[in-house]
């Protein structure tokens, strides 16, 4: 589709006078955009980087895309399977003979494919520190011995970061280079991206977003206490940072067969079709895609098809929607504040107006929920991050309380309790709304005719 400029330009200036009355609506700090229309690319930013130093945010600033580098880590991947040297259906013990999990007769099966869609089926929120060095992604795979397996490879979507890990490491072995490396080699140069860094050593020399986080729900965003999540976790989202424009340039990539601005082959038409191939349903669709491909989220929207994903680091938030049939995507970074009502307020008019998308509104509860029978969904999940009870007062009345483990306790994060209201079968949402978001929460599979675990996206099993 090809759009008048106009169009483009009537995009750019609603930007300019909404974007910066949507940060100070939602206490965003800082925020930049770019949106790719008819082969052409309009961006605009606002806010500031740091709420500490004022630094002003520009369309050039680079923020952290967080988990949208998934996608990143799938094309290395999916680029090695074009050059012949990696099977997508092969064990991951062809390639990492030492990849061991707590259950040695998963670890033994479990696909490079499985890995990719996120059915791998192992615990997945583990973000273990193994230093800055360039071997930290070997030294992490080789800690995940003891992680624990939720359900059998292949059975269910369970959105997981180490798994990603893992498929940095096959890059790296099959590439004989670190992690870093190949990203900067296979992707930065054919896509000829010049603000993107893989670390903060490179994001120093542009204009760079620091994360906010808010000591309570009330307070105003301040500065993060440290930039990053650990490098270990670098091919799952943790350090790869851009400003919105040079994600467009993959993008766009990716909407052109494989192919780069200046005609380079970057990744076969094949596997640019069969990484937005729908490889699993997600038991519970809200923030997350209805379904997913091979790195790609899967968005079953009214208008045509839509596929993107998303990212949050400590304090950034990145968003990513693509509608091929009409050639539209748009970028939106983030850093602090209430990054999802952002999002809700800038998206469903840029697809509308650009690609004739209808993005569904988030859920929300019910105005008069009814009652259900507890019985099935009382007990406690527990994770690497954290632990959830749920139980059932004398007015029938179902609760969530989480508390959390891990890195998100040691960055403050609280004990929980809130209200689940009926939603439809399985489904349930909190009453009060989190950042503006009712988290849905669903209880899937069976452990005796109770749940076996809470899903929200990832699959927290239960213990007791």
Request: some cysteine; aromatic content about 8%; overall charge negative.
């Amino acid at each position: 589709m090809v759009w008048p400029m106009s169009k483009l330009s009537e995009i750019h200036d609603w930007l300019q006078v909404r974007l910066p009355e949507l940060l100070a609506e939602h206490r965003v700090p800082g925020a930049a955009i770019a949106v790719y229309a008819g082969g052409e690319v309009v961006d605009h930013a606002a806010g500031v980087l740091n709420n500490a130093t004022g630094v002003t945010a520009t369309p050039d600033s680079l923020f952290q895309i967080g988990s949208v580098t998934k996608v990143w880590t799938a094309t290395l991947v999916l680029q090695l399977a074009d050059e012949g040297v990696l099977d997508l259906d092969a064990p991951v013990r062809r390639y990492l003979p030492e990849f061991a999990l707590a259950d040695g007769a998963a670890a033994a099966v479990a696909t490079v494919r499985q890995l990719l869609c996120h059915t791998a089926g192992f615990e997945g929120d583990i973000f273990t520190d193994t230093g800055p060095g360039d071997d930290c992604v070997e030294k992490y795979v080789a800690t995940l011995g003891g992680t624990s397996q939720l359900f059998p490879p292949g059975e269910l979507f369970s959105y997981n970061n180490a798994g990603y890990c893992v498929l940095g490491r096959i890059v790296e072995v099959l590439r004989g280079k670190p992690y870093d490396a190949c990203l900067r080699e296979f992707l930065f140069a054919p896509l000829g991206l010049s603000h993107a860094a893989t670390g903060p050593y490179e994001a120093i020399l542009h204009r760079a977003a620091v994360g906010h986080l808010q000591p309570d729900p009330d307070a105003d965003p301040v500065p993060a206490p440290i930039w990053a999540l650990v490098r270990s976790n670098a091919p799952a989202g943790a350090m790869l940072a851009m400003r919105p424009r040079d994600l467009l340039a993959f993008v766009r990539m990716h909407l052109d067969g494989g192919r780069a601005a200046d005609g380079t082959a970057v990744l076969s038409p094949a596997s640019v079709a069969a990484m937005r191939e729908r490889q699993v349903t997600v038991p519970v669709s809200g923030l997350m895609g209805d379904a997913w491909g091979l790195g790609w989220e899967l968005f079953d929207w009214p208008g045509g098809e839509v596929f993107g994903h998303d990212g949050g680091t400590i304090g950034q938030s990145a968003f990513l929607r693509v509608a091929p049939e009409q050639g539209v995507a748009v970028a939106l970074n983030v850093n602090g504040g209430n990054p999802f009502a952002l999002y809700t307020a800038i998206f469903p008019h840029l697809l509308r107006e650009l690609a004739g998308i209808e993005m569904p509104a988030l859920p929300v509860p019910p105005a008069d929920p009814q009652p259900v029978d507890a019985a099935r969904y009382l007990g406690t999940y527990e994770s690497e991050v954290g632990a959830l009870v749920v139980t059932q007062d004398g007015d029938g009345r179902i609760w969530l309380e989480q508390t959390p483990r891990g890195i998100l306790a040691e960055l403050g994060g609280k004990a929980e309790r809130s209200e689940l209201v009926h939603l439809h079968g399985d489904v349930f949402l909190p009453a009060e709304p989190t950042h503006g978001v009712h988290l849905p929460q669903a209880f899937v599979g069976d452990d005796g005719g109770r749940a076996r675990y809470v899903h929200s996206g990832r699959a927290t099993r239960r213990t007791a």
